[in-house]
């Protein structure tokens, strides 16, 4: 009886500091909305490497088995518009190396904490990949819907019920090509959703500096 009286003692004696649980609150808040934004920028790093492999497949297609007038049996039109698969290739581009290296930032201890660095280039990453993703996918419908010339998506698609057993497959070109521009208009919504959660976890880490300036400083969510 005595030592349960004393347990009960013991475990009424602790105090549990109210800042304390707030903090953990707070910290556990930003810990969520920092996964989310890391998983939302690795989708979005995946989306920007299936867009340049598949674009830069069909470009490098079309250049190995473009003909010149010169033959007799050309397997692309002579008027042909390359700048939709080019703007593909190079939105993508950015997008890859911007997310990749705000990944790199995110996941690795030295460099995350580096808040002077890591904090600008989680808002900045995103946002450029998102006005890259725009201006390559909307230059992309504006180009492909002209009549007068033929575009990479477009011709490939117009031949792609004929069986070939050597390059250039317009079939595949075709698949190909429809999944970077689909890809490309899924990753304007994704670089978006990036760039808010982003804005929402700086204004979480701030709100806890000033709140809590007797912790430790730097991002309290973990590396």
């Known amino acids: 009886m005595s ?3 004393k347990g009960q003692a013991s ?3 602790v105090e549990v500091d109210p800042q304390d649980l707030r903090y953990q609150k707070h910290t556990k808040r930003i810990r969520v909305v920092d996964s989310a934004r890391i998983g939302l920028t690795g ?16 470009l490098a297609v079309y250049n190995t088995t473009h003909l010149s007038s010169d033959f007799h049996l050309p397997l ?6 390359l700048r939709p698969t080019v703007a593909l290739v190079v939105g993508s581009s950015i997008v890859v190396v911007l997310n990749a290296v705000s990944l790199l ?16 280039l989680s808002l900045a990453a995103p946002f450029i990949g998102f006005i890259a993703a725009m201006i390559s996918m909307i230059f992309f419908y504006a180009v492909n819907a002209s009549n ?21 497959h317009f079939r595949t070109l075709c698949d190909e090509s429809r ?3 689909y890809l490309s ?36 969510t973990p590396s």
């Open 185 to 220: 208009v899924v990753l304007v919504p994704v670089e978006l959703a990036v760039l808010t959660v982003a804005g929402y976890q700086m204004i979480l880490e701030r709100k806890s500096s000033s709140i809590f300036p007797f912790r430790k400083s730097g991002s309290p």
């Open 76 to 81: 692309w039109p002579d008027r042909f518009d």
């Open 11 to 13: 475990f009424s004696d």
């Open 179 to 181: 999944t970077a521009l």
């Open 148 to 168: 007068s010339n033929d575009t990479l998506q477009s011709w490939s698609c117009q031949w792609g019920f004929a069986g070939m057993s050597m390059k250039p």
């Open 105 to 120: 930032f995110s996941k690795v201890k030295v460099l995350r904490n580096r808040t002077s660095l890591h904090t600008p």
């Open 3 to 5: 030592s349960q009286t």
């Open 43 to 58: 989708f979005a790093l995946l989306c920007g490497l299936t867009i340049l492999g598949t674009s830069a497949d069909t």
